[in-house]
């Protein structure tokens, strides 16, 4: 087992070594544009994101989509359409599959995501400390 990825094991542990490899064409790609408003309810700033569809012809010939979204921060919002990428998908569900950089993206996301919370609710917690402090005196 050495030199495997941590995420080929976890492709092992999914049976996504099992599926089908194919090529995929990025069909579209839409840039997503979300207001973020401030307390006062004006907007502030903007979240941009990429969706996009992925096509693939599965192996009885039956062409099959689906759309997925990534933040601006990841790699695949370069994604303008016509590029082709390789995917898996399930011999006995055609119409699910697996991107290996979509994998990466979602975790990516939810990492910075799970950080930004801790980050923020460890100020919340110093501050409610302080305040129970002050409170004591």
Do not use: C
């Amino acid at each position: 087992m050495k030199g495997i990825m941590l995420i080929e094991i976890w492709e092992r542990l999914r049976g996504y070594d099992k599926w089908v490899e194919t090529e995929a064409k990025i069909e579209s790609s839409n840039l997503e544009k979300t207001p973020v408003e401030g307390r006062s309810g004006t907007v502030v700033s903007y979240l941009y994101a990429s969706g996009d569809t992925l096509a693939w012809t599965d192996r009885q010939g039956e062409k099959q989509y689906a759309d997925f979204t990534v933040p601006d921060d990841s790699p695949l919002y370069q994604f303008i359409g016509g590029e082709t990428v390789t995917i898996r998908y399930d011999p006995a569900h055609p119409d699910r599959f697996y991107y290996r950089d979509l994998l990466r993206t979602r975790i990516h996301s939810a990492v910075k995501t799970t950080l930004i919370l801790i980050f923020f609710g460890g100020l919340f917690l110093l501050r409610f400390v302080a305040l129970i402090a002050r409170w004591r005196r």
